[in-house]
């Protein structure tokens, strides 16, 4: 049994045309939404044992509120560029290549990806995933090729603007 869970990054600010895409943070409500999410992704018990974050700004602070919230090193966090605006199979490519001694790893990255990878592995599920959600799955397999597997079991869909009672 694998545990994959996704994260899309926070928010992020346009407010400086200047900034390269990649270069720009999180705006005020992504910084307020990140620590929001990573608490109820605590609370959920998701303990990944493996991060891997797009290298851009808004993506790679997302990471590491996170990581803080759950008391996961920072010095662990990964970097990957290849989740930087990556397409499903471009993520299943990344994921693929992780060390199947790995049970539970998270990806932080971006739309359209994220939502495309969600939606392959959990078909219907959203149209699109909002800023900073997280969708986490419980997959039945020993290997991290996702492109052929068996059953997948949604543990948590959950975004900022999720009422608690919603289901």
């Given at each position: 049994?694998?545990?994959?869970?996704?994260?899309?990054?926070?928010?992020?600010?346009?407010?400086d045309a200047t900034l390269a895409d990649a270069e720009r943070p999180l705006n005020?409500?992504?910084?307020?939404?990140?620590?929001?999410m990573a608490e109820r992704i605590h609370k959920a018990g998701i303990r990944p044992s493996l991060i891997i974050s797009?290298?851009?700004?808004?993506?790679?602070?997302?990471?590491?509120?996170?990581?803080?919230?759950?008391?996961?090193?920072?010095?662990?966090?990964?970097?990957?560029?290849?989740?930087?605006?990556?397409?499903?199979?471009?993520?299943?490519?990344?994921?693929?290549?992780?060390?199947?001694?790995?049970?539970?790893?998270?990806?932080?990255?971006?739309?359209?990806?994220?939502?495309?990878?969600?939606?392959?592995?959990?078909?219907?599920?959203?149209?699109?995933?909002?800023?900073?959600?997280?969708?986490?799955?419980?997959?039945?397999?020993?290997?991290?090729?996702?492109?052929?597997?068996?059953?997948?079991?949604?543990?948590?869909?959950?975004?900022?603007?999720?009422?608690?009672?919603?289901?």
């Amino acid at each position: 049994m694998k545990t994959l869970t996704l994260l899309r990054h926070a928010k992020s600010s346009w407010g400086d045309a200047t900034l390269a895409d990649a270069e720009r943070p999180l705006n005020g409500r992504g910084e307020r939404d990140a620590p929001m999410m990573a608490e109820r992704i605590h609370k959920a018990g998701i303990r990944p044992s493996l991060i891997i974050s797009s290298p851009a700004l808004r993506a790679w602070t997302t990471a590491k509120v996170l990581a803080e919230e759950i008391s996961y090193p920072n010095e662990f966090l990964q970097r990957e560029k290849d989740v930087y605006l990556a397409s499903k199979n471009t993520l299943l490519d990344v994921i693929g290549e992780q060390d199947n001694g790995f049970n539970s790893l998270l990806v932080v990255g971006h739309n359209p990806g994220m939502t495309e990878l969600a939606n392959f592995l959990q078909p219907g599920l959203t149209q699109n995933l909002p800023t900073c959600a997280v969708v986490s799955l419980n997959i039945d397999t020993n290997d991290w090729d996702l492109r052929d597997i068996g059953s997948v079991e949604l543990a948590l869909y959950d975004f900022p603007k999720r009422q608690p009672d919603e289901s």
